[in-house]
């Protein structure tokens, strides 16, 4: 007889097993989504794309993804993880594909769009399979998703650089959906076993008014949405503010990768001090490094300062990032964990949405001080309502 232990579902759900499941793919599904970054400078010149249409394909990824997590990250909660997990990395491959292939504005701003439903399907069904798997360890096991997560963002850009100086600008679309079926094929061949987080006695209807009740998930939401917002300025803005002041593709992607190497060595280790000196209070400290370097893009005109900064401002989201991710699981209830991440997620990247609609208009109409000005003020004013929200009353 085969015991409890040694079942194959019961091995399917150890944490390293299912990391090594994840890890992979959330790292060639970042490559994809990254690529473009360094290349979207490129591209609108070869094709006269407006500088206002920059916004439209940045901000396409995060309002589709807004979408599919809010309204689809509950199903994996009902069971139905394996179908996000795969039909997220499949959509996301067709949408690389679709990349590849455009010409125009609106196929780039529907390709984009197709490519963050496909990131809002994937994340926080994957998330919420980690926690579940060791609720103990969860902003560590986040720690090193997020790893591969970042590693794939930023390595990107470098690989699509390189790539389309030797073979055009369409070639790396089509690698990293090779890469990213791959990454698919890997998965469906490990046949995970993931078991429905809700039984007879809860249920995920109204979840997010739940959710939003607990004032620490509250919290945790509110810094997402200050983590997030300028990660929507630098997808829409950080290749034509790097160009403007003369920097390559090549410098770009090579600045990006840079920025991801403290941050894939040290997010492992934030998510652990989340774990251990507390979720909240690691992401809210965190701010102290990352305003600043917000606030000095704006007023640095040199591309190798502004990369300097951009590495040490990676330290600080190194430890915010896993730990925020953290703080929304630990006061999330159990049959609402992928609802938790999925709220989260949602709020953040509709923020990054907005903020990369209206990036480029504000940096033609005013420059990039009052840009990153007006965004270092933001985060503190939302660091402030957190705070506030999680003191006790007196």
């Known amino acids: 007889m085969t015991s409890a232990a040694t079942t194959p579902a019961a091995r399917t759900s150890a944490p390293a097993h299912v990391l090594r499941i994840l890890a992979p793919a959330q790292f060639a599904l970042s490559l994809g989504y990254g690529v473009l970054f360094a290349l979207l400078a490129p591209l609108q010149d070869a094709h006269g794309l407006p500088t206002a249409g920059l916004g439209l394909i940045s901000g396409a990824t995060f309002l589709t ?31 690389l594909v679709w990349l590849g292939s455009a010409s125009t504005l609106w196929e780039f701003v529907l390709a984009r769009s197709v490519e963050g439903f496909a990131i809002g399907c994937f994340v926080p069904a994957g998330r919420a399979w980690l926690v579940s798997a060791d609720p103990g360890r969860a902003g560590r096991n986040l720690g090193v998703l997020a790893s591969f997560d970042v590693a794939g963002v930023t390595l990107g850009p470098l690989l699509g650089a390189v790539v389309a100086r030797r073979l055009g600008l369409r070639a790396p679309f089509f690698l990293l959906a090779a890469c990213v079926l791959a990454a698919l094929a890997v998965v469906v061949a490990s046949k995970p076993e993931t078991a429905p987080r809700t039984d007879s006695h809860h249920s995920t209807k109204g979840g997010i008014r739940t959710l939003i009740r607990i004032r620490p998930v509250l919290a945790a939401v509110i810094l ?17 503010l790097l160009t403007d002041l003369g920097a390559s593709a090549t410098f770009i992607g090579v600045g990006l990768a840079l920025f991801g190497l403290p941050f894939m060595v040290l997010t492992p280790f934030g998510g652990r001090a989340g774990d251990r000196f507390g979720a909240l209070r690691v992401t809210t400290w965190s701010f102290a490094l990352i ?12 591309p190798g300062l502004i990369t300097v900064m951009a590495v040490l401002e990676a330290v600080g989201t190194a430890f915010a990032f896993p730990a925020a991710q953290a703080a929304v699981a630990e006061d999330s209830p159990p049959h609402l964990l992928a609802t938790g991440q999925g709220l989260a997620l949602a709020a953040g990247i509709g923020a990054a949405g907005a903020a990369a609609f209206v990036a480029p208009l504000v940096y033609e109409e005013v420059g990039a001080a009052w ?6 003020a933001l985060m503190v004013a939302l660091v402030a309502v957190a705070v506030s929200i999680t003191r006790k009353p007196t």
């Open 65 to 95: 993804s807004l979408a599919a997590q809010l309204g689809l990250a509950r199903f994996a909660d009902r069971g139905y993880t394996k179908a996000l997990l795969y039909g997220g990395m499949a959509t996301a491959a067709l949408s």
């Open 224 to 240: 997402t949405v200050a983590l997030e917002f300028p990660v929507g300025i630098y997808d829409s803005l950080w290749s034509r």
């Open 291 to 302: 305003v600043p370097a917000t606030f000095a893009y704006g007023f640095l005109a040199r």
């Open 371 to 376: 840009l990153f000005g007006i965004t270092a």
